[in-house]
């Protein structure tokens, strides 16, 4: 597709590359268990095998392609399993910084977050998915910096890659941006009055449910269609 062309005017090409696949992936460009064929690919991005092979070699360490034998790369598919782990690591990584966060508040912390949440929720009335993918990810930055996790946050960054996946499907959701709204909202108060047990109590909730709503839709993509 021509939207998948890299502009090489900025970054490195084998950086351009990388942000443009995972995006297809964790967008749902390129579905589950989809096959990722070099040529094709080469075609579509309009660079080289070279830079395609080291490119999905890079996304296999994220967990977005995985190798299958006498099939080449796929686009890994969504375990059960290590969703659910990936919701538990979050709860307790996100619950800690958001507890840490809320002891360390401070006027400037909370108008830096506010501000973030501000262009998440335009994105949101506006359905830009993907600009509420990369404003979450800049807010959960922020909050770990400011809670100072920062070993805490190297480990979020190496899990991104599946969380903005897993995000990508729940974010979707009808009616999400308003109960997501209402859940970082909660959270956000709690570190402006330097809660921290409601400041944690509120990301575990927020966590939970953005869990339930991952199930669901993973539930709903491995029914058959009807008269399959």
Do not use: W
Not at 34 to 63: F, I, K, N, Y
Request: glycine fraction near 6%.
């Amino acid at each position: 597709m021509s939207d998948l062309r890299i502009d090489r005017n900025a970054k490195t090409l084998r950086e351009l590359t990388l942000e443009k696949l995972r995006g297809a992936i964790v967008q749902g460009y390129f579905r589950p268990g989809a096959r990722l064929v070099e040529r094709t690919l080469c075609d579509e991005l309009g660079v080289s095998r070279t830079v395609v092979r080291e490119v999905l070699r890079h996304l296999e360490t994220e967990g977005l392609v995985e190798i299958v034998a006498r099939q080449g790369p796929i686009v890994a598919r969504l375990d059960p399993d290590q969703v659910a782990e990936t919701y538990e690591l979050r709860g307790l990584l996100e619950a800690n910084a958001a507890r840490a966060c809320a002891d360390q508040s401070s006027p400037e912390l909370v108008a830096r977050l506010r501000g973030l949440r501000k262009v998440i929720e335009d994105a949101f009335e506006k359905n830009d998915l993907p600009r509420v993918l990369e404003y979450t990810e800049l807010f959960y930055d922020a909050m770990f910096e400011g809670a100072h996790k920062h070993v805490s946050l190297s480990v979020v960054k190496t899990l991104n890659a599946r969380i903005n996946r897993l995000r990508a499907l729940t974010i979707a959701t009808p009616g999400r941006g308003d109960e997501s709204n209402q859940e970082m909202n909660a959270l956000l108060d709690a570190i402006e009055r330097r809660d921290g047990d409601a400041a944690a109590a509120a990301s575990a909730a927020h966590i939970k449910r953005a869990g339930e709503l991952a199930m669901s839709a993973l539930t709903q993509q491995a029914e058959p269609a009807v008269g399959e």
